[in-house]
């Protein structure tokens, strides 16, 4: 590697770990507000095994270098590793402090459907995913989301949304996506990557929050663009719509049926050659080492379908669903698949 590529790298690198020591930090203090107000309340678990510790710096570095490099590959511009606001950032650190007391007390007192009884939405949704206020239902939730996110993870949840961007141009390199489909977008924090990173002709993003997306509107304003409250089961398209569809994070908070029916729908609003993806979590002995993490993420923080998705196989409910030309990889907490119609 020339000196110039090594250094530019080593900035990205750097510029990642920042991220991440702000995020962390901002962890502790979250950590700590809760722990002192114990017994009201109840702090999700500390980690503290010093092997698992290095471990998981080791694979955040992994992946911030994979990062890096997939920017020098042009997969995708050095901005959006650029992206943040610190105004905004500030701003909204009172309110995440404050809620995550709400958050702390509902994992104290095991409430999980603290929500509006008049959301109309399937029964499996009813409920406060990572005990978070109103679920993924209000203009507050929406609000504090991805940063809630990236606290959780200590700032490395953009980074690991970014490498099925790396999956998909490294699989399909010639490939043109020119009518897109994003399922379950949220906030729009994928959607706004990928904006900057495919050349398309439409994409259309939808989730079943109207709320959320509202706030993907609000970042997103391409032209190209569109937006759709739906749900990722019951897609409101026609037969052999898009090119590519694709979905992060969503898989494991859905129960296993509902994921063969997204698969089903995927299928059905893809063309012939079409391309399937997704970004989820990690599976049990995808790394042995991390089968702990994977086991006590849904205790602490109310993923009432995580655990049967870490067993599920995806590559055989793709293949199962007709989907041929299957493709996985992971990095750090996420894993990623592509299959072809």
């Known amino acids: 590697m020339m000196n110039k590529e090594k250094v530019f790298l080593n900035s990205l690198v750097t510029l990642n770990f920042s991220k991440s020591f702000l995020y962390m930090s901002e962890y502790k203090m979250l950590y700590h507000l809760n722990r002192m107000m114990e017994p009201f309340v109840k702090a999700p678990k500390k980690e503290d095994d010093p092997a698992l510790i290095k471990l998981m710096r080791e694979k955040v570095l992994d992946l911030y270098l994979q990062d890096a490099n997939n920017v020098l590959k042009g ?17 909204r650190l009172p309110k995440l402090l404050m809620d995550s007391v709400s958050i702390s007390r509902r994992r104290k007192t095991g409430k999980t459907k603290d ?5 109309e939405v399937p029964d499996y949704l009813k409920r406060n995913y990572h005990f978070q206020t109103d679920g993924y239902f209000s203009d507050h939730s929406a609000s504090l989301y991805e940063h809630q996110v990236e606290i959780l993870f200590n700032g490395t ?10 999956h998909l141009k490294k699989r399909f390199p010639e490939k043109k996506f020119f009518k897109v489909l994003e399922v379950a977008a949220g906030t729009g924090a994928m959607s706004g990557d990928f904006v900057k990173s495919f050349d398309f002709n439409e994409l259309i993003i939808t989730d079943i929050s109207e709320q959320y997306l509202n706030l993907a509107k ?31 994070f969503l898989f494991h908070e859905i129960p296993r049926q509902v994921r063969d029916e997204v698969f089903r729908e995927s299928f059905r609003v893809l063309k012939s050659g079409g391309v399937v993806a997704l970004c989820d979590s ?6 042995s080492r991390l089968n702990e993490v994977l086991d006590n993420f849904p205790r602490d923080y109310h993923e009432p379908f995580y655990r049967d998705y870490t ?14 030309d ?11 698949f592509s299959a072809v119609k």
């Not at 997969?75 to 500030?90: A, G, I, R, S």
């Not at 949840?157 to 790396?166: K, N, V």
């Not at 990690?282 to 790394?287: A, E, K, T, Y």
């Not at 067993?311 to 041929?324: C, G, H, I």
Request: proline share 3%.
């Open 115 to 119: 929500l509006d009884a008049e959301i």
């Open 218 to 248: 609000e970042k997103i304003t391409d032209s190209r663009v569109s937006f759709n409250v739906a749900c990722a089961e019951e897609l409101p398209f026609k037969d052999g719509e898009f090119d590519l569809v694709f979905s992060v």
């Open 311 to 324: 067993k599920w196989d995806v590559s055989e409910a793709l293949a199962k669903n007709n989907f041929k």
């Open 157 to 166: 949840a953009q980074a690991m949304r970014r490498m099925l961007i790396g």
């Open 75 to 91: 997969y995708y511009p050095k901005d959006l590793l650029l992206k943040f606001d610190p105004k905004n950032h500030l701003l």
């Open 282 to 287: 990690i599976q049990m002995n995808d790394d």
């Open 326 to 336: 299957i493709s996985s990889e992971f990095h750090l907490l996420s894993k990623y």
